[in-house]
DNA sequence: CGGAACTTGCTTTTT
DNA sequence: GCAAGTTCCG
């Protein structure tokens, strides 16, 4: 076992270190995982301690997902550590004794839409101004309560609007334990109380899980921190791995100073700093550290390499989004053309937001490509009304999942009589299942609507019984059927039905692989890894290379030859929401940070002059992390404020355009709109028969034809260098006025 | 009661 | 610019 070999010394220290706490600080590429897998090999193998006594929390399912891959890699196929996510583990405990505090163990999880209908009617029953107590605002900052380790007991009421909050958080942790539903926030919290008002329960875990590992301990909450101290118990073999630089979740109620004080909550610790970097060049390193340097609430610390210095990290200026993403897909096929792997390519952006402009550049240029994050399969509606019938089967007490369904398709079960259902349920205080029987069989409501609430408690009775008997997927097939939803979508004009139609087959289809998968088979799992897991894993595309898109929080932890990081500007990067509160800034730093650290060769940082947000257009200037680059390891960095030369279609026309006033809004010269106004926005004014244009590759032509509309607007231009035609997309064409 | 037409408010980031 | 929520009408 060549357990030690290719380590570097500070990780054979981390590896071979025995019993007590341990703080691994270790930096952007400097092996974290390998030592992680490593230790728990070395624990496995050189001190006998068996597997299934090995605990490993991460934050994401990706995380955990890659470490037990790198696990069973190295120890085979025999028995393994269980490595999850703090929520699945949560779940796991709270599964097998949930009873002691009064849930049932197949509680539902409830996703933050789930939660938002809950609060809602706490909001009406607790007569709140909901211009006052925004629902939103209030499912926050119950979240926050949550992650600080609060219950409904434990705000203070120091004042009438904090005692409000105080009363609706009460309200709401009651209707969940009346749905037998918990939320994210619950499976921490319930957890750690779980532990504390049960010693016994807690003694059971002790005894099981004896070496537990923690994963990015730099963005755990007070909740997370305290439940990793009750796991430690008194033996404390604990072991954390995490990076100050590298804390992105305060948001979601990390404190940063859990890992910067751990050496004071566990006085015993031994420290371990990993500070050689492996993965980028000297430039991308050295860049990186510079953003982040800036920050005050951090370890002092510099990471090495041995790597070559490498190109110059590239910084571009774009006249518009469309730009932007045009140059990615140009630059990732310069990649390929020089031998590079598609799948070593990743684009970066702040806001989910920003994605769809991407997409459709690589669609029109033909670059494969997936998305991590966005919107959640499992989250789209139709998918969450069919596993609404699920969940209620699952647990009937599922108020939320209940109401969405009962007219859902329409069954001519209106507002009128769900409202009396739901009165007659909270003046009794049972689940609304419950009177919903008393309306289909009691005296509750008029005999016409009576008939259709029995009508579908028939059709619901009729489902259960379907499940016993069939697998997950064919019942699901039948009730999408069955149900009058699946004809529903039918009637609806194809271009919204289809989709839908299609993401329902991708619902069974996802069940099915799920049924001829390891482990359990039954439905309360499959709701619980969707819950949990909360989108379709889709390795199963055959490995096909394809670049990445996602968002600078789901980067951490990956690297990429070639990375571009997107709409590096002020307000959107750092978010706006961060421009008034330094915390804040230091946060959008290390996301920063986290960024450029992800690339192991080329580095892209891109902005434009103007963006479309929220149907506006904006001018927003640099991110002012482009100025703490220094110039020398920039491409770019010396013209910081330069459109880019190549691709600057009116740069001829005013050479003006290439000095710095560029993002004053006054300077601003009319003639950089013309571009601008060629990108349809909605097929306005822009473009016309017989309009003389201009076009970055093909030069001066007219147009000849126009097509479609909107986004899939097309035109047949006749060019002059072609001596002939040319279909173009008009959004993608950039084509510019002649 | 159901569906169409209109209005709103929204965007950080994820389990 | 969009999806979800609300209002209004048949």
Same mark, same amino acid.
């Given at each position: ?68 891959? +790198? ?23 709270? =599964? ?70 105080? =009363? ?211 989250? =789209? ?172 929080? $789901? ?54 002059? +103007? ?44 050479? $003006? ?82």
């Amino acid at each position: 076992m060549k357990l030690l070999h290719n380590l570097n010394p500070p990780q054979k220290e981390a590896v071979q270190h025995g019993e007590g706490p341990l703080l691994v600080l270790a930096g952007a590429g400097s092996g974290k995982t390998r030592v992680i897998v490593h230790r728990i090999a070395y624990l496995i193998h050189e001190r006998g301690v068996p597997p299934w006594q090995i605990l490993a929390v991460t934050f994401t399912n990706k995380a955990a997902g890659e470490m037990r891959e +790198r696990i069973r890699h190295m120890l085979g196929d025999g028995e393994t550590p269980l490595v999850s996510t703090f929520h699945s583990t949560c779940a796991r405990f709270l =599964r097998n004794d949930i009873k002691s505090l009064g849930y049932d163990p197949n509680f539902a999880i409830y996703d933050d839409k789930d939660c938002e209908r809950l609060l809602k009617d706490c909001s009406a029953e607790l007569n709140l101004d909901e211009k006052r107590y925004p629902v939103k605002l209030l499912g926050s900052s119950i979240d926050e309560f949550k992650n600080q380790g609060m219950t409904p007991f434990d705000v203070p009421a120091d004042s009438p609007y904090q005692a409000t909050l105080a =009363r609706v958080y009460r309200c709401y942790q009651e209707r969940l334990k009346r749905c037998n539903a918990v939320d994210f926030g619950d499976l921490l919290l319930l957890t750690v109380q779980l532990f504390e008002e049960h010693p016994e329960v807690l003694e059971k875990y002790l005894k099981r899980y004896r070496w537990i590992m923690v994963d990015e301990y730099q963005d755990t909450n007070p909740v997370q921190y305290r439940l990793v101290q009750l796991l430690a118990g008194e033996r404390q073999n604990l072991c954390v791995v995490g990076d100050d630089d590298q804390s992105i979740y305060g948001w979601r109620g990390a404190d940063i100073r859990n890992i910067l004080e751990f050496e004071k909550d566990f006085p015993n610790v031994k420290v371990v700093k990993l500070e050689q970097n492996y993965r980028s060049t000297k430039n991308i390193l050295d860049g990186a550290w510079h953003v982040v340097q800036k920050n005050r609430g951090r370890k002092p610390k510099r990471l090495w390499t041995d790597n070559p210095e490498g190109e110059s990290i590239v910084y571009r200026t774009l006249p518009n989004e469309w730009e932007e993403a045009r140059l990615v897909c140009r630059e990732i096929e310069r990649f390929l053309s020089e031998g590079g792997d598609l799948s070593e390519v990743a684009v970066f952006y702040r806001t989910n937001a920003q994605s769809r402009v991407i997409e459709d550049a690589m669609v029109a240029a033909s670059v494969p490509y997936h998305m991590v994050g966005g919107v959640r399969f499992y989250a =789209r509606l139709e998918v969450k009304d069919i596993l609404a019938y699920l969940k209620v089967l699952d647990n009937p007490a599922d108020d939320v999942s209940l109401k969405r369904i009962i007219n859902t398709p329409p069954r001519g079960i209106g507002n009128t009589t769900v409202q009396r259902i739901a009165e007659f349920a909270n003046e009794k205080g049972i689940p609304f299942h419950d009177a919903m029987l008393e309306g289909a069989y009691g005296p509750l409501l008029p005999a016409a609507a009576k008939g259709k609430v029995a009508a579908f408690v028939n059709e619901m009775e009729g489902y259960k019984a379907l499940s016993e008997k069939l697998p997950l997927s064919e019942l699901t097939a039948a009730v999408i059927n069955d149900s009058g939803y699946y004809a529903r979508l039918k009637s609806l004009p194809r271009d919204e039905g289809q989709d839908r139609i299609e993401n329902l087959q991708e619902l069974v289809t996802a069940m099915q692989v799920y049924e001829t998968g390891p482990g359990e088979k039954g439905l309360a799992d499959f709701l619980e890894q969707v819950a949990l897991v909360s989108d379709l894993e889709h390795e199963g595309d055959g490995k096909k290379a394809s670049a990445t898109l996602m968002t600078l929080h $789901s980067a951490k932890g990956l690297e990429f030859q070639l990375v571009f990081m997107i709409g590096m500007e002020e307000k959107l990067f750092p978010h706006a929401r961060a421009l008034e509160n330094p915390e804040q800034m230091e946060e959008e730093r290390r996301l920063c940070y986290v960024g450029m650290t992800r690339a192991k060769k080329r580095l892209f940082l891109l902005n434009v002059r +103007r963006r479309h947000i929220f149907g506006q257009e904006q001018m927003n200037a640099p991110a002012r992390f482009i100025a703490d680059i220094p110039k020398e390891l920039l491409d770019g960095g010396d013209l910081w404020q330069r459109s880019e030369p190549s691709h600057n279609f009116s740069s001829s026309s005013s050479s $003006s355009h290439n000095l710095a006033s560029l993002f004053e809004d006054e300077m601003e010269p009319e003639v950089a709109d013309n571009e601008v106004r060629m990108v349809p926005e909605d097929g306005e004014d822009g473009i016309w028969v017989g309009m003389k244009v201009r076009h970055a590759q093909f030069g001066p032509g007219t147009i000849r034809k126009i097509e479609g509309e909107g986004d899939n607007q097309k035109v047949i231009v006749w060019f002059n260098s072609l001596g002939g035609p040319k279909k173009l997309l008009v959004r993608f064409a950039g084509l510019e006025r002649a």
